[in-house]
């Protein structure tokens, strides 16, 4: 018998381990369960490996399962890819999308974009994962990375998506107790609330004037008594009053609006953090990948702050 993996294995399992069990797998493969049963049974023999563990309620996969199906996945995505290529350009974009983003601008903005997204491709299968830090771009993990700022590696496709400032803020109670800032050096005399996301130097703020070679930029080390790796979180404390802090304009233009947050040192200008979508140079042709990127475009547009 050969040992070599069948290509129709790879569906089958991508099916069997979204089903969650062997009667759900049956139930969606149109045949019965001792037929699912026997199917997995036969892979496994081939493989000489176990790729599920079974149980009289339950399914779950081990690790050489979870392997199979991560590749099994991405195998069967970029087989869709092809047959789009070499068909219709117009053609209905299917398989898995997995896409990263991170905490609080996934949840708030990206989460919601998905939401409309899986009811426009509904044969699109999105896998959403947010991490405080993005991932390194040389890990084959997502398809898309939802990202501040435009990164280093050529490598990779950036497409800008939004355009994104930071900005200062903080509550009117806080600034009538503790005065407002004239010039980035008084921020060292303010509680500041630390945020401790991705690679840039905690506590340090640059702020930066005019344009050319008149522009002059300020570092400033922060100080304060609270700190977070939760945006949302941080946004709160500011509201609350517990000092000045620096977060993206899609995060606190509402409170902006409303006067519970006001701008602290609005002439200076804070590095660049323009969201950009990022993903591997193999899927610029990639139907979902380029759907999502498109749909994302358009709905970050109608949404911007301001």
Not at 4 to 18: I, V, Y
Not at 48 to 69: D, I, K, W
Not at 84 to 111: D, K, M
Not at 160 to 174: K, S, T
Request: hydrophobic share 45%.
């Amino acid at each position: 018998m050969s040992t070599a993996l069948q290509p129709a294995d790879l569906a089958f399992f991508s099916t069997l381990a979204g089903a969650g069990s062997l009667s759900a797998a049956a139930r969606e493969l149109g045949v019965t369960t001792p037929a699912v049963s026997k199917r997995l049974a036969a892979m496994e023999a081939r493989l000489g490996t176990l790729l599920v563990n079974r149980s009289t309620r339950r399914m779950g996969l081990t690790p050489e399962g979870e392997l199979a199906l991560e590749y099994a996945r991405r195998i069967l995505g970029e087989i869709d890819d092809l047959a789009q290529l070499l068909g219709s350009a117009q053609a209905e974009p299917r398989g898995l999308l997995r896409v990263n983003a991170t905490l609080g601008f996934g949840r708030s903005h990206v989460a919601p974009v998905i939401s409309k997204f899986a009811r426009r491709h509904p044969q699109v299968e999105v896998q959403l994962q947010l991490s405080v830090n993005p991932p390194a771009l040389t890990e084959d993990a997502f398809d898309v990375c939802i990202r501040f700022g435009a990164p280093p590696e050529s490598r990779v496709v950036a497409r800008r998506v939004a355009a994104n400032r930071r900005l200062l803020c903080a509550a009117p109670a806080y600034l009538a107790r503790a005065g407002t800032p004239r010039v980035p050096h008084d921020l060292v005399r303010h509680a500041c609330i630390g945020i401790r996301q991705g690679d840039e130097a905690y506590g340090v703020w640059r702020l930066s004037q005019g344009r050319g070679a008149a522009q002059k930029t300020e570092a400033v080390k922060t100080r304060g008594t609270l700190a977070t790796n939760d945006g949302a979180i941080a946004v709160l404390w500011a509201l609350e009053g517990h000092g000045i802090l620096m977060r993206a304009e899609w995060d606190i233009a509402r409170h902006l609006a409303s006067g519970r947050l006001m701008p602290v040192l609005p002439q200076w200008r804070t590095p660049d953090a323009d969201i950009y979508a990022v993903y591997p140079q193999r899927h610029q042709r990639s139907a979902r990948v380029r759907a999502f990127v498109d749909f994302l475009t358009a709905a970050l547009a109608r949404d911007a702050p301001g």
